[in-house]
């Protein structure tokens, strides 16, 4: 049977079956019953074997322990570091990007293969050389090789981000703005900056995600010494303290979740997401 | 033209040159030429490497843990992305994971698949054991249960995501004229949209497989002690206190990134591929 086009573009726009209730509850419990089962530990003070529940409440426990100079100090410098990493990064795959989108396209495809590498390459393997480099260059040990290491696979993703988003920006606004007598720094100041600012946001976020979640790096290059939230955590479950490390877990979770949210906002209102 | 070109290559210069440096200290480490301990021009710490059996039962179970939780993130991934590509509920919730940090989700794996944990407490309840050591052992076990749960559910929502982006991309035009040729939905989504889709994600999937392999967070958490995941050996090895077990750290991250680098290769001709048949 011959069917008319129009008929089956308008019945097959989407050859994929509609979202249905029971997937969604399965995806909904297989993406968030995780989470929610840290938030209950976090809050269980006491929660021996073989009750389902925690037997007692103990969010009072939990926020002197969440108060204490550990997790505080391990917040304030997972912070700096993600804040550094994201403003550094931003910086670096700027610059990067639009010497690249200026540049023939077999110098783009290598770059985007390249910038790939840093982005894979298993933390480990790129800690184990990155720590005697740190080491040698006198920042082993210390926040600023944290931060260095931290930089490599940040600088690879967000060269791949602008190489992106500068594909598709328009730079002949510029080149008129030039014409007019812009200097390049007005031209940066009052053409580019306004035109970019969402993007330059996103990669901001993105670049303070990828330090957010370091541990590998940071446990080579900062030899113990640098203390962040993935470390204690990881310290946390070592030591048999589940709940204080379920809280320091979600703690980590949040400001991923409220940067994922910003990132989706401004997909949409862009268009990138329908 | 060629001075912009020049500028080009030395951005993707400082983008790899930590990568490159790092991986060539690594062989010269490897080769006795450098780092603590050296020796001089020696192949004895690439043969202590190679030649020990731990070293080949790590990769091997790696690449197995790796491999088998790729699969399961792919194979999901594709059902529900081509159910959930017109519903933003349901994309939020496929890709709400990608929230939770690695080092998070492995203790919330921990919790729920330990012989402890919340699985273990419900059998209990449902009267299908009587003690902790009855409920079958995923967590530090050779069999790596845990870990492969871990690893699929971290990497599920972003292949859902690519699999989304790749629908909303591909060539309608093929689909319509398989209706018009007779075809039902399901022989379509059989023979077009789930060949389509697996060519646009493939390049993904590359990179989660290479993602997982030198994953460090959760592998510490879950893995069991023996065989060692290659990412805990690269790191127990280079913090050793015998001076000598460090050089052998270099070994084994110069053949991770050598590993990363045929992986990397592998995902540009995959992506290339993709890239002919999308368009």
Same mark, same amino acid.
């Given at each position: 049977?011959?069917?008319?086009? $129009?008929?089956?573009?308008?019945?097959?726009s989407? $050859?994929?079956?509609?979202?249905?209730?029971? *997937?969604?509850?399965?995806?909904?419990?297989? $993406?968030?019953?995780?989470?929610?089962? =840290?938030?209950?530990?976090?809050?269980?003070?006491?929660?021996?074997?073989?009750?389902?529940?925690? $037997?007692?409440?103990?969010? #009072?426990?939990?926020i002197?322990?969440?108060?204490?100079?550990?997790?505080?100090?391990?917040?304030?410098?997972?912070?700096?570091?993600?804040?550094?990493?994201?403003?550094?990064?931003?910086?670096?795959?700027?610059?990067?990007?639009?010497? *690249?989108?200026?540049?023939?396209?077999?110098?783009?495809?290598?770059?985007?293969?390249?910038?790939?590498?840093?982005?894979?390459?298993?933390?480990?393997?790129?800690?184990?050389?990155?720590?005697?480099?740190?080491?040698?260059?006198?920042?082993?040990?210390?926040?600023?090789?944290?931060?260095?290491?931290?930089?490599?696979?940040?600088?690879?993703?967000?060269?791949?981000y602008?190489?992106?988003? =500068?594909?598709?920006?328009?730079?002949?606004?510029?080149?008129?703005?030039?014409?007019?007598?812009?200097?390049?720094?007005?031209?940066?100041?009052?053409?580019?900056?306004?035109?970019?600012?969402?993007?330059?946001?996103?990669?901001?976020?993105?670049?303070?995600?990828?330090?957010?979640?370091?541990?590998?790096?940071?446990?080579?290059v900062g030899?113990?010494?640098?203390?962040?939230?993935?470390?204690? *955590?990881?310290?946390?479950v070592?030591?048999?303290? #589940?709940?204080?490390?379920?809280?320091?877990?979600?703690?980590?979770?949040?400001?991923?979740?409220?940067?994922?949210?910003?990132?989706?906002?401004?997909?949409?209102?862009?268009?990138?997401?329908? | +033209?060629?001075?912009?070109?020049? !500028?080009?290559?030395?951005?993707?210069?400082?983008?790899?040159?930590?990568?490159?440096?790092?991986?060539?200290?690594?062989?010269?480490?490897?080769?006795?030429?450098?780092?603590?301990?050296?020796?001089?021009?020696?192949?004895?710490?690439?043969?202590?490497?190679?030649?020990?059996?731990?070293?080949?039962?790590?990769?091997?179970w790696?690449?197995?843990?790796?491999?088998t939780?790729?699969?399961?993130?792919?194979?999901?991934?594709? &059902?529900?992305?081509?159910?959930?590509?017109?519903?933003?509920?349901?994309?939020?919730?496929?890709?709400?994971?990608?929230?939770?940090?690695?080092?998070?989700?492995?203790?919330?794996?921990?919790?729920?698949?330990?012989?402890?944990?919340?699985?273990?407490?419900?059998?209990?309840?449902?009267?299908?054991?009587?003690?902790?050591?009855?409920?079958?052992? +995923?967590?530090?076990?050779?069999r790596?249960?845990?870990?492969?749960v871990?690893?699929?559910?971290k990497?599920?929502?972003?292949?859902?995501?690519?699999?989304?982006?790749?629908?909303a991309?591909r060539?309608?035009?093929?689909?319509?004229?398989?209706?018009?040729?007779?075809?039902?939905?399901?022989?379509?989504?059989?023979?077009?949209?789930?060949?389509?889709?697996?060519?646009?994600?493939?390049?993904?999937?590359?990179a989660?497989?290479a /993602?997982?392999?030198?994953?460090?967070? +959760?592998?510490?958490?879950?893995?069991?002690?023996?065989?060692?995941?290659?990412?805990? &050996?690269? /790191?127990?090895?280079?913090?050793?206190?015998?001076?000598?077990?460090?050089?052998?750290?270099?070994?084994?991250?110069?053949?991770?990134?050598?590993?990363?680098?045929?992986?990397?290769?592998?995902?540009?001709?995959?992506?290339? !591929?993709?890239?002919?048949?999308?368009?």
């Amino acid at each position: 049977m011959i069917t008319s086009p $129009s008929a089956i573009t308008e019945r097959h726009s989407r $050859s994929g079956t509609p979202a249905s209730r029971p *997937l969604l509850v399965g995806l909904a419990f297989v $993406s968030l019953s995780p989470v929610l089962l =840290l938030a209950l530990r976090a809050t269980g003070a006491a929660w021996r074997y073989p009750a389902i529940l925690p $037997s007692q409440r103990g969010v #009072d426990a939990l926020i002197a322990g969440l108060r204490g100079p550990t997790l505080v100090q391990a917040l304030g410098t997972s912070v700096l570091l993600a804040a550094m990493t994201g403003v550094l990064g931003t910086a670096f795959g700027f610059v990067a990007g639009r010497a *690249l989108v200026r540049a023939t396209a077999s110098v783009r495809r290598f770059a985007a293969v390249a910038a790939f590498l840093p982005v894979v390459a298993p933390p480990i393997a790129l800690g184990v050389g990155v720590q005697v480099l740190a080491l040698r260059a006198g920042v082993g040990g210390g926040l600023t090789g944290v931060l260095l290491a931290h930089l490599v696979p940040a600088a690879g993703y967000l060269t791949l981000y602008f190489l992106g988003v =500068l594909g598709a920006y328009d730079l002949s606004m510029e080149d008129e703005a030039r014409t007019l007598g812009a200097t390049p720094w007005q031209c940066f100041i009052r053409v580019t900056l306004p035109t970019l600012r969402p993007r330059l946001i996103e990669a901001l976020l993105l670049g303070a995600l990828v330090s957010w979640g370091q541990l590998a790096l940071t446990l080579l290059v900062g030899g113990g010494v640098v203390r962040t939230l993935p470390v204690e *955590l990881l310290a946390f479950v070592r030591a048999g303290d #589940d709940r204080l490390g379920a809280a320091a877990a979600i703690v980590l979770t949040i400001l991923p979740a409220l940067a994922l949210s910003m990132l989706q906002r401004g997909a949409k209102r862009t268009g990138a997401v329908t | +033209m060629r001075s912009r070109d020049g !500028v080009g290559y030395v951005a993707v210069a400082l983008v790899v040159a930590p990568v490159v440096a790092g991986g060539l200290y690594s062989a010269a480490a490897s080769f006795g030429l450098a780092g603590a301990g050296a020796t001089g021009f020696s192949v004895a710490r690439i043969s202590a490497v190679l030649t020990d059996p731990s070293t080949w039962r790590s990769v091997m179970w790696t690449l197995c843990i790796a491999g088998t939780a790729t699969i399961i993130a792919t194979v999901a991934a594709m &059902l529900v992305g081509v159910r959930v590509q017109g519903s933003r509920v349901g994309q939020w919730l496929a890709t709400a994971s990608l929230a939770v940090p690695h080092i998070a989700a492995s203790l919330a794996a921990l919790t729920l698949l330990g012989q402890s944990g919340l699985l273990s407490r419900l059998a209990f309840a449902a009267g299908l054991t009587s003690q902790p050591a009855d409920f079958p052992a +995923m967590v530090y076990d050779r069999r790596g249960v845990a870990l492969i749960v871990a690893f699929a559910w971290k990497e599920f929502p972003f292949l859902v995501l690519t699999a989304v982006a790749v629908l909303a991309t591909r060539n309608a035009h093929l689909t319509e004229v398989a209706h018009t040729h007779g075809a039902d939905a399901r022989a379509v989504m059989r023979r077009i949209t789930m060949p389509l889709l697996w060519r646009g994600i493939a390049p993904a999937v590359i990179a989660a497989f290479a /993602y997982l392999i030198g994953q460090y967070e +959760m592998a510490v958490v879950l893995a069991p002690s023996d065989p060692l995941p290659l990412s805990v &050996l690269t /790191y127990e090895r280079a913090v050793d206190s015998n001076l000598a077990h460090r050089g052998e750290a270099h070994v084994l991250g110069f053949l991770a990134l050598l590993l990363t680098g045929a992986l990397v290769l592998w995902h540009e001709r995959s992506r290339r !591929v993709a890239e002919r048949t999308l368009l």
